[in-house]
């Protein structure tokens, strides 16, 4: 059953596109609750055949959204939450990396105090299955940890049953 959340995905590099691409084919989310800036090219080809919310830019994405799906590779990561800090407030943001140096700490070093934070840090077992762990600050309310853990959970079973 899909959640009943408004989302934006946010971001660059290699994930970005299969996470567009999971919540849809994986109805994690009814489309039109998708919200994606039309400049992110690479999130409106994954989007392409569904009816999601195009927004002029990625703040304007991030202003209709709960929660915001920021993924990029370590490098980028300080430059797309620096992009997004000052519109997150009130909002949960989910930082999706396949290193586990971008945990909690360097999150909350580069975005508003008063958001709710959740490291998504990305792993590959001993057969190759992309799999996530999670670090959730205190402040995420109770009702949203499950809705962002189906998000990024849907990319990785995507992408396992890609190979």
Not at 42 to 53: H, I, L, P
Not at 63 to 79: C, D, N
Not at 120 to 125: G, K, P
Not at 134 to 143: E, G, H
């Amino acid at each position: 059953m899909p959640q009943n959340v408004m989302v934006s995905v946010v971001g660059e590099g290699e994930y970005l596109p299969h996470l567009v691409r999971a919540i849809l084919v994986k109805e994690v989310i009814p489309p039109r609750n998708l919200f994606l800036s039309m400049k992110n090219a690479a999130a409106c080809q994954a989007a392409a055949g569904y009816e999601v919310s195009l927004c002029e830019d990625e703040q304007a994405a991030v202003i209709k959204s709960e929660i915001v799906l920021v993924v990029a590779s370590k490098r980028e990561m300080a430059t797309e939450l620096a992009k997004i800090s000052s519109s997150s407030q009130k909002r949960v943001v989910v930082s999706v990396c396949d290193k586990a140096s971008i945990d909690l700490d360097y999150v909350s070093e580069r975005i508003a105090a008063a958001t709710e934070l959740i490291a998504a840090v990305l792993h590959r077992d001993e057969q190759g299955r992309l799999y996530a762990t999670y670090a959730i600050s205190p402040r995420v309310r109770l009702f949203l940890h499950q809705p962002c853990r189906d998000l990024v959970d849907a990319m990785c079973a995507l992408c396992n049953e890609q190979g």
